[in-house]
């Protein structure tokens, strides 16, 4: 693709359409800050980006998508196990979480 195979350009473009679609659709419906995307087709660049960002823009209302940010994750391989620890996390540091670790902590034996 670096050599400006057009066909190569269009399919990944093709693909960050169809990426986009659904992305479209979570952000209607979670209203996030940012998207950050990683894996061996956020290597593809602006390509892939292009085709994303033009679908998430077509779709979602103008309302959602004014101050979001699409942008490759500088994470690379990592970025999947950086983001389960992240969910686990938060998950555990729950007040609902929390205050059941303190009463099993704090119960007699």
Known sequence: MAR????AVRRVRGAGRVIGDAIADLVSILNPRAIALSGQLADCDEVLMSGI???VYQRATPLVTRDLTIARSDLGSLAGV???ALIA???ILQPASLDTILERATAPA
């Open 4 to 7: 400006g195979d057009i066909d």
């Open 53 to 55: 960002r033009e679908r």
């Open 82 to 84: 950086i983001g389960l």
């Open 89 to 91: 996390s938060d998950a």
